[in-house]
């Protein structure tokens, strides 16, 4: 699977829309790209993912730039529960099979009041 | 929706007791669901893949010994942390695809402290 690069940490105000980062450079032709979070003392949570086109839905939209070598994670109208550790993942697939899921560092995005 | 429970949520046991932690899928059925570790401040990192029927598959560096997985059905895998120490103390959580549902479902993890 394609490595990953994302800032480690990022704030945002509250009713703001966060924009999270993600470079993906050594990105493969058949790598979707996968957006979960993971909020404090919880199991990660899936979000959004897509393979070239942008995708939107009632968490997120995710924009994946022609090249495919980046894509930002939009949350339109952040909220204090929207703090969280935001990881991107690239991996083969667009389905949810039996392929393990290997996480990076993330960003660390918090929502200040 | 289709959700993974895990049992405990926490545990605090003295070092050398053995300590199992349940994943369950609710409402699908899964053959295969992943064990993770976490460090504070650190990212989850694979230990295992659990697969129904047969052996789990352990990622480089990870005791297969120390850490009991069994598969027995299809929505019930177990992690048993053997003679556990301090440093076994982390956040532990199961994760299960649904293949005919939507996403890849996590646990609410375990926070194993071994005192």
């Known amino acids: 699977d394609a490595k990953t690069t994302q800032p480690p940490s990022m704030d945002c105000a509250e009713g703001r829309a966060a924009n999270l980062p993600c470079n993906h450079s050594?990105?493969?032709?058949?790598?979707?790209v996968y957006w979960y979070r993971q909020i404090h003392s919880q199991g990660p949570q899936y979000i959004i993912h897509?393979?070239?086109n942008n995708e939107t839905n009632e968490m997120a939209s995710l924009i994946i730039t022609e090249d495919r070598k980046s894509s930002t994670l939009i949350l339109p109208h952040a909220t204090l529960r929207d703090t969280a550790v935001y990881y991107c993942i690239v991996r083969v697939g667009s389905n949810f099979g039996n392929e393990k899921l290997t996480f990076g560092t993330g960003t660390r995005l918090t929502i200040i009041p | 929706g289709a959700v993974v429970s895990q049992h405990p949520s926490w545990v605090i046991c003295k070092s050398g007791t053995s300590v199992k932690i349940e994943c369950r899928s609710l409402d699908f059925q899964a053959t295969t669901m992943f064990w993770y570790r976490q460090f504070p401040k650190q990212s989850l990192m694979l230990m295992a893949t659990s697969n129904e029927g047969s052996k789990a598959t352990y990622e480089q560096g990870v005791e297969k010994d120390k850490f009991l997985i069994n598969h027995a059905s299809l929505t019930l895998s177990t992690l048993t942390v053997t003679s556990a120490h301090p440093e076994d103390s982390s956040f532990y959580i199961c994760s299960a695809p649904d293949l005919h549902g939507q996403g890849r479902h996590f646990g609410d993890g375990t926070r194993l402290s071994i005192l």
């Open positions: 050594t990105i493969s032709g058949n790598e979707y």
């Open positions: 897509g393979l070239k």
